[in-house]
């Protein structure tokens, strides 16, 4: 049971615009940012969004991030078939003294 | 180019030990603080714990389910870190991988992460 509550799934079609929850506590999404990373099927996760809604370079802007709350959410605009992957949320909790994730969400572009 | 590489998974028999080690180039090693994650097959990422830099005091923090089993290191003269995991268990059978934690004024992140190690605990 992960202390970040996602959606194990989430789907649309080409084009769409489509959102992934990250639900916490006040000891961790309330009090610190929220990551995102993107994993694809037998690779290393990859930073997505780091600090609730900041883009690293070389993440197309069709990936944003926002937090309100003990909630974040992770939207993805303009949706491709390449983004069909496992996309978790993270950040430090102050309960627990150490970093906790979401369990993921699978995004199947249909 | 910026790049962690992770070596010594394989198979171990439950009670047994490893030792796990994570190569990096391509940033400033010995100022950074390690971390290492673990993914057990078809499950979400779980943090394991963290070593700190020699300005502060290599300092580590482990996760619950391996306080006290699991050692994590570091030789900043190899740039490599390390992550010595004893009393192993059936479900510590995971892929293992270390990333770095990039720091700012306000956010902290893990950027990069390495390829990962698979540490398969069976009889």
């Known amino acids: 049971q992960s202390v970040l509550t996602q959606p194990p799934s989430a789907s649309g079609t080409p084009g769409q615009r489509v959102t992934i929850s990250c639900s916490g506590s006040?000891?961790?999404?309330?009090?610190?940012?929220v990551n995102w990373y993107q994993q694809f099927p037998g690779t290393a996760p990859k930073l997505l969004i780091y600090?609730?809604?900041q883009r690293p370079s070389g993440v197309p802007d069709r990936f944003s991030g926002s937090k309100s709350g003990t909630s974040a959410s992770l939207a993805i605009s303009g949706l491709q078939s390449e983004d069909e992957a496992d996309y978790y949320c993270?950040?430090?909790?102050?309960?627990?003294?150490?970093?906790?994730f979401g369990g993921g969400t699978k995004l199947t572009v249909l | 180019e910026v790049q962690l590489v992770e070596s010594g998974g394989g198979l171990v028999q439950p009670g047994g030990s490893l030792k796990l080690s994570c190569a990096a180039s391509?940033?400033?090693?010995?100022?950074?603080?390690m971390h290492w994650v673990r993914q057990a097959s078809g499950q979400g990422l779980e943090w394991v714990g963290r070593?700190?830099?020699?300005?502060?005091?290599?300092?580590?923090a482990y996760a619950a389910s391996v306080k006290g089993r699991f050692t994590i290191s570091r030789d900043d003269s190899k740039n490599t870190a390390y992550l010595q995991m004893n009393s192993l268990q059936t479900d510590d059978t995971a892929v293992y991988y270390c990333t770095r934690l990039q720091a700012s004024a306000w956010y902290n992140w893990f950027d990069p992460w390495g390829q990962g190690t698979l540490v398969t605990v069976s009889s």
């Open positions: 006040s000891s961790n999404t309330g009090s610190n940012t």
């Open positions: 070593i700190r830099s020699k300005a502060n005091s290599y300092a580590t």
């Open positions: 600090g609730n809604n």
């Open positions: 993270a950040v430090w909790d102050d309960s627990l003294n150490g970093w906790v």
């Open positions: 391509g940033f400033t090693f010995s100022g950074s603080a």
